[in-house]
């Protein structure tokens, strides 16, 4: 085996995909979509080779962080950061997957000094159960398996839930609401669509948008190729009162960004949304829909099961050993700072 380093797939990119496919959890930031589309750095795409047939991979980005002569490398999963990719892993062929993860593991501890910090791995992954000792945090993602028709998959969600589907639903059609896929050749408008919603509904609480041009070129190139769908309810007058964004990998459907109006008019749209879009996942054969990184209470409503993401970080050579360990020493002391700086600064400090 050899492993090639390279900043794209080049003309690998349809192997890639096969191989990402036949993982046992397909991530979709691990498709040629993303790769290296979404990175924030410099990418580093490694190919693990048989002869000239792709049997492994894994990809980073690469940095570097600090000034000058001081400065140091760090690797990060591809993406990391504002556009969170999650349950990453290496992908392998099974019969060369020990020799992959030791030829990924060889690049990340390769001679010189760097800070290797990986978010979103996927804690059962085999990159994940590598660098176990190395693990610094750990956060949920909940996910539900679909059954054969949406009905039954309606059936098992709350009551309340229900109801508001119900209701928000027959308000829409009253009002000439209706709900519709978006074509590949329409990506433009849509992920404009998505980009003013999600704004307008969340605005500085979410981080999503400082990374929206990279993102964005990352989705128009997965629209044209299916990894990406975007889902709208458009209002009577054709403006869209409701979007989301999903990624599909396999039989998998992942839910990745959503917008809607703020107008009372239409409350519960992004319910109703949410309702179709699982039940064209249905439809179309899919196994699952995801719900990736986070335990905010809303995914309760929709998932029934739950995985496990891990962010490692270690530092190779004394530079990155010494700057991981500052750091993983600030971390444990950071409340402590804070609990004693709200001390100082409450009633009665002088």
């Known amino acids: ?15 890639w995909d096969e191989l990402v496919g036949r993982q046992p959890l397909p991530s979709p930031f691990l498709l040629s979509w993303w790769v290296p589309t979404a990175a924030g750095a410099a990418p580093s795409v490694l190919l693990c080779l048989d002869g000239d047939r792709l049997v492994g991979g894994a990809a980073f980005e690469v940095d570097r962080i600090g000034r000058g002569p001081a400065s140091l490398e ?9 556009l969170a990719p999650d349950h ?3 992908i392998a062929e099974p019969d060369h997957a020990d020799h992959v993860r030791d030829r990924v593991l060889g690049w990340l501890r390769r001679p010189g000094s760097r800070m290797v910090d990986l978010d979103g791995l996927a804690a059962d992954g085999r990159l994940a159960r590598a660098l176990a000792s190395f693990e610094i945090e750990r956060t949920g993602a909940p996910w539900a398996p679909l059954p054969d028709d949406a009905a039954t998959y309606l059936a ?17 059609e009253k009002a000439g609401v209706t709900s519709r896929r978006v074509p590949a050749g329409d990506a433009g408008p849509a992920l404009d ?3 003013r919603l999600h704004d307008g509904r969340w605005s500085d609480d979410s981080a999503f948008l400082g990374g929206w041009e990279r993102f964005r070129r990352a989705a128009e190139v997965g629209m044209s ?17 409701a979007t989301e964004l999903d990624l599909v990998a396999g039989d998998r459907m992942a839910f990745y960004q959503a917008g809607r109006s703020t107008d009372r008019e239409w409350r519960g749209a992004g319910s109703v949304l949410k309702a179709d879009v699982i039940g064209q996942a249905i439809a179309d054969g899919d ?4 719900l990736l990184r986070g335990d905010e209470s809303y995914k309760s409503d929709w998932a029934s099961e739950r995985r496990e993401l891990v962010r490692v970080r270690f530092g190779v050579g004394p530079i990155g050993r010494t700057v ?3 750091a993983a020493g600030w971390r444990r002391a950071a409340p402590f700072v804070e609990r004693a700086r709200e001390r100082l600064s409450g009633p009665g400090a002088s």
């Open 193 to 195: 669509a998505l980009a």
């Open 74 to 82: 760090r690797v990060r999963s591809l993406g990391q950061g504002t």
């Open 287 to 290: 196994r699952e829909y995801d």
């Open 1 to 15: 085996m050899r492993v090639v380093v390279q900043t794209d797939l080049g003309a690998r990119g349809e192997a």
């Open 225 to 241: 190729s299916g990894a990406v769908v975007v889902h709208e309810l458009v209002g009577p007058d054709g403006d869209v009162i």
């Open 324 to 326: 991981v360990a500052g």
């Open 88 to 90: 990453l892993d290496l």
């Open 156 to 172: 098992d969600r709350k009551g309340q839930v229900r109801s508001t589907i119900g209701r928000s639903r027959k308000r829409m």
